[in-house]
């Protein structure tokens, strides 16, 4: 074979490598969260590339790897596939054939097999923490400039605490705590964090001071949502009264971890107060006994109903509104 031949042969396979390394990065959604990949990947492209060459190479059938598309071992996961492990964590199924009763005073009630204790669970300081970070994802996946977090203390505590070490917070006072005193009108600010607010307000007069609305989750969400109502409705008393800044503005998104059931009724009730609410996942019997076997390691977080749907965008099953896919329409 002749040297021109063999370099023709040469460039043409260099010409070729560089067009599959731009038509895997071009066609597959970047994310830079993992560190280690499958040796063909690492050799063929930059680090910022490598997610997409990995997922590209998965759509073409490539086995899974260990250190292919898993992630490094103890390396903690602070989105959805991290939403469906910290829930899956804390969830408990009913020893004997009897459901557990949720539900309120309203009359809004549901029975099921299963409990998700994500508010206990938060209260080890590693685990708050992880869903302290599981919820800014959530967060900014819509939201990025907003200065002030808004819960209640029937809520999720060591989340809101966790969330006020980088935030302004604001919780209702509870109904026996005292008001402070030195003012006039401090009977009717009955929140508390609201006069920090309004002097932080008061310093950036020139821009808009914007909060949302957070717990871990919701069933019903009816005493999460009036608790909002009144916080917006105060809002607006004190600022139609000269007694806060105009520059505060209402909350309009709410972020919670997963709601306990499926349907549209809380989004329509939220909706109609001028809310949106977002969450990783709406969750049924049938998802929660998944997420059951999945802490008892009987299946993988890949078999969670949402993940192909989330991540890969095949599974037309999942309702847009109540997935987190929503979040990127």
């Known amino acids: 074979m002749e040297v021109g031949t063999i370099l023709n042969i040469i460039l043409a396979a260099a010409l070729f490598l560089v067009a599959f390394r731009d038509i895997v990065v071009n066609a597959i959604e970047k994310d830079f969260s993992q560190k280690k990949y499958h040796p063909i990947v690492r050799m063929l492209f930059s680090s910022k590339e490598q997610v997409a060459a990995k997922k590209f190479m998965w759509m073409l059938g490539f086995p899974e790897k260990e250190d292919f598309i898993k992630q490094v071992k103890g390396e903690k996961l602070h989105n959805y596939e991290g939403a469906i492990k910290f829930i899956s964590e804390c969830i408990e199924e009913t020893k004997s054939n009897t459901k557990y009763k949720f539900g309120n005073n309203s009359g809004k009630k549901h029975t099921s097999y299963f409990y998700v204790d994500s508010m206990s669970f938060a209260q080890k300081k590693e685990n708050c923490e992880d869903l302290y970070k599981l919820m800014k994802h959530l967060i900014h996946q ?16 060591p989340l809101a605490v966790a969330f006020s070490k980088d935030y302004l917070s604001i ?12 003012s006039p009108y401090d009977s009717l600010i009955n929140y508390e964090g609201l006069k920090h607010l309004d002097s932080y307000a008061k310093y950036y007069e020139s821009k808009d001071i914007k909060g949302v609305a957070i717990t871990c989750n919701l069933t019903t969400g009816s005493t999460f949502l009036n608790a909002i109502k009144q916080y917006n409705d105060k809002i607006m008393e004190l600022q139609n009264s000269g007694l806060i800044q105009n520059n505060i503005k209402k909350i309009e998104n709410v972020y919670i971890l997963y709601k306990v059931t499926k349907g549209p009724e809380l989004d329509y009730e939220f909706e109609n107060a001028g809310l949106k609410c977002y969450r990783y996942f709406d969750l049924d019997e049938d998802s929660k006994s998944c997420l059951l076997l999945i802490k008892e390691k009987k299946k993988k977080i890949e078999d969670f109903p949402c993940y ?9 099953s ?12």
Request: proline share 4%.
């Open 308 to 316: 192909q749907c989330i991540k890969w965008g095949k599974n037309k």
């Open 171 to 182: 919780m209702p006072k509870d109904k026996n705590e005292e008001i402070d005193t030195g």
């Open 142 to 157: 819509v939201d990025n400039d907003y200065h002030y977090v808004f819960s209640i203390k029937g809520g999720n505590i």
């Open 318 to 329: 999942c309702e847009p509104k109540h997935c987190y896919k929503s979040l990127k329409i």
